[in-house]
């Protein structure tokens, strides 16, 4: 075989596999949404961020302002400290509300912004300070079966008799971690 | 009789330890043949056209066999995956799942395997008929390293190959996947690839991806040239040593792909 | 200047215990033609091998220029190496290069040469072998005797000073064996180099060689110029010159006593 012919299909070879890489980044994956020019960071703390990972979104009506750069945990206040990169063309108010969002009810959480009605923007390393944790789905649930139980012993208001009616259900003991902070209340 | 059990179970543990000690001592060799490789591969960097001539060998004409499957692939990863997903209701995700199984794992996978079975085999074959043959040593003779000539060079364009053999893959596979999906089945073109692109990421999936080719490329030419270097000099020799080129290739990729995908997730 | 190029002294070598030379001497003269014959399995070609440093003696030493070859490190081998041509037994030739970049590979690999000359110099050297117009064909087109030639054209190519030659007979017909014949002659006189021929064909040997070395049993069993050979009344040496079936080399490989073991029911 000619050494001529040999380098030209190489080349080719060489190109293609360059521009089916280049088409994997650009078309299949993210890299054309992913690459933010110039940014700033913000953190948010959190009592719970759920299953909140880096790299997870961060859209502001819908669209993709930003991403969760890290996440730390503050051992002083037990919260979580998530830290946010949004891109320099969006500039947010001082006020803005940090809140953890599902796609659908199972999908990857991600954190929605909110805009306040501050006139000072948020700048690199300033802390959004109104924040809504992540709807954990066990809590949600078993807040749910506990609002059922109580329903029906509500006007009677006695805590007494909620009791044996949650046993007459014979639930399981997912209703009684419901009921645990509701009787202790009372 | 108890003598005969005796002598049986010392045969069977003596087979056990034979076959232990031979794996170990080929394992050494071959990681040898590894080292001498790296340490002389000045020559097939400064004579580039000798890997360029291998790259051709060894990729560009893997590319029919590397290309078709690929297609085929990818059609049947939409067919299989849109029967699967419409029972969710979720059919526009089949993007998502073509693009995410080619490029994590049957991309560099099914192309490493493709390649020991193309490639690899021709490479053993070729340098143990060098050998048997006694080309190898006519080199020696010459006063030129046949690890530098012909192994070296080999070795580098198997590695170069690979990666671009398992994009082209992956590529391809996506283009079969979108065709049955798209004008076959019916689902929504726009969908089909923006929930792929919301879900693909470019380093956890396909930088990833293309790391496993990298290390596949890297165990599979050297294994068949291990296998080639290391085959007796015989006809036998030669076909047992494609014959084992393409086992011990094909365990390899199995097993580094398992690892690999444990440390990828696990980071 | 020693007239000696190369110089074997108390020469030992084996293979697991079972030892192939015991104490071999010779010495090769510059500007000779000379010849170790031996039947097969005496261990002819090894020698080559030990001159060429591929092996290590286990006893003993080889001297090429002077230099000890099994105490030089890999450079120093490579620069004797230089100094050698070899012919190997089946021609060796690189099949994946046409006769042409055959014979062109050594100046490739050790000189910076220009194109052109490399052109001119490698149709001289298949020009002194006859095959100028075979340059272009691949060496799986030669005829068994042409290979030959090729390979010689090839081991000549760097003007060495010492040529080995490995049954460079073995499987000619009658004609090429003339010329292969007198080409090893010519070459030698014409270069000035000293040419080492390993064979068993006396008949062609006794015609051009300068002296002869008979090996047998790991020991030099004879030695002198053809006529002083061919008029020996040494037992070993005129059963081999004149081609008898048995005598001091046994027909039988060393065995038990026949009648015992066929009668006998354990081996």
Redesign the interface.
Same mark, same amino acid.
Request: hydrophobic share 60%.
């Given at each position: 075989?000619d050494?001529t012919t040999?380098?030209m299909? &190489?080349g080719?070879? &060489?190109t +293609?596999? &360059?521009a !089916? +890489?280049l %088409?994997? !980044?650009m078309? &299949? %994956? =993210? +890299? @054309? @949404? =992913?690459t933010i020019g110039e940014t700033y960071t913000v953190t948010a703390n959190f009592e719970n961020i759920g299953g909140l990972k880096p790299?997870a979104p961060v859209k502001s009506a819908g669209v993709v302002v930003g991403r969760v750069a890290d996440i730390t945990f503050d051992s002083a206040t037990y919260e979580a400290v998530v830290s946010l990169t949004i891109d320099k063309r969006y500039p947010f108010p001082k006020d803005t509300f940090a809140n953890i969002y599902t796609a659908g009810l199972l999908g990857e959480q991600y954190i929605g912004l909110e805009a306040g009605g501050d006139e000072a923007s948020l700048a690199n390393g300033d802390k959004i300070t109104q924040t809504q944790d992540a709807v954990v789905l066990e809590k949600m649930i078993s807040q749910f079966l506990y609002n059922k139980a109580a329903e029906p012993a509500a006007p009677t208001g006695n805590s007494e008799s909620t009791k044996p009616e949650a046993d007459a259900l014979g639930a399981s003991p997912l209703d009684n971690i419901g009921k645990q902070p509701a009787t202790t209340t009372e | 009789m108890k003598s005969g059990i005796l002598v049986a179970l010392v045969r069977g543990f003596r087979m056990v330890g034979r076959r232990c000690i031979d794996g170990i001592w080929r394992l050494g060799a071959g990681m040898r043949l590894f080292w001498l490789t790296l340490i002389s591969s000045g020559e097939s960097f400064r004579r580039f056209h000798l890997t360029i001539r291998e790259v051709y060998f060894t990729g560009v004409m893997s590319l029919i066999i590397i290309l078709v499957s690929a297609f085929f692939v990818g059609m049947v990863l939409g067919l299989q995956g849109y029967h699967t997903l419409q029972k969710y209701g979720s059919s526009e995700a089949i993007g998502v799942l073509v693009a995410l199984a080619l490029v994590r794992e049957l991309g560099p996978v099914v192309t490493a395997l493709l390649f020991a079975g193309r490639a690899g085999t021709a490479i053993t074959a070729e340098i143990g008929l060098m050998k048997a043959t006694e080309q190898l040593s006519a080199m020696e003779m010459m006063a030129v390293s046949p690890i530098a000539r012909v192994v070296a060079p080999r070795f580098w364009a198997g590695v170069i190959a690979m990666p671009i053999l398992a994009a082209l893959f992956s590529m391809v596979g996506i283009l079969g996947g979108y065709l049955v999906a798209v004008p076959l089945i019916g689902v929504d073109a726009g969908a089909f690839w923006s929930q792929m692109q919301a879900s693909v990421d470019w380093q956890h999936d396909i930088l990833n991806g293309v790391i496993k080719s990298v290390v596949f490329g890297v165990a599979c030419t050297m294994i068949a040239l291990f296998e080639g270097y290391d085959a007796p000099p015989t006809a036998e020799g030669v076909s047992r040593a494609t014959t084992r080129t393409v086992v011990t290739s094909s365990l390899a990729v199995l097993g580094l792909d398992f690892i690999l995908t444990s440390f990828m997730l696990s980071v | 200047m020693n007239s000696n190029i190369v110089e074997i002294d108390n020469l030992s070598f084996g293979y697991k215990g079972r030892m192939l030379h015991q104490g071999i001497n010779m010495v090769f003269p510059r500007g000779k033609v000379v010849a170790i014959m031996g039947g097969s399995g005496s261990g002819k070609t090894t020698l080559l091998r030990l001159i060429g440093g591929q092996i290590k003696p286990s006893k003993g030493e080889v001297r090429v220029d002077g230099q000890v070859v099994h105490k030089q490190d890999r450079e120093g081998i490579y620069k004797l190496r230089r100094k050698m041509g070899m012919l190997f037994q089946h021609g060796a030739l690189f099949t994946d290069l046409s006769v042409f970049e055959n014979v062109a590979f050594p100046m490739r690999e050790h000189t910076d040469l220009p194109e052109s000359m490399i052109r001119d110099l490698v149709l001289m050297k298949l020009n002194a072998v006859g095959l100028r117009g075979a340059y272009k064909l691949m060496p799986t087109e030669l005829s068994g005797g042409m290979a030959r030639r090729v390979a010689i054209a090839r081991a000549i190519a760097l003007d060495p000073n010492i040529i080995m030659y490995d049954e460079p007979f073995a499987g000619l017909d009658p004609i090429s064996m003339g010329v292969v014949c007198d080409l090893i002659r010519t070459l030698n006189d014409a270069l000035g180099a000293t040419s080492i021929i390993v064979t068993h064909d006396v008949e062609e040997t006794f015609r051009f060689a300068d002296y002869i070395y008979f090996v047998a049993n790991g020991v030099v069993a004879a030695e002198g110029t053809p006529e002083e050979l061919r008029n020996s009344n040494l037992p070993f040496v005129h059963q081999f010159v004149f081609g008898e079936k048995d005598g001091p080399v046994p027909f039988h490989y060393a065995a038990g006593d026949y009648a015992s073991e066929m009668l006998g029911s354990d081996l």
């Open positions: 075989m050494r040999i380098d299909w &190489v080719i070879f &060489v +293609l596999g &360059v !089916a +890489l %088409g994997l !980044a078309k &299949v %994956g =993210n +890299l @054309t @949404t =992913n790299r | - | -």
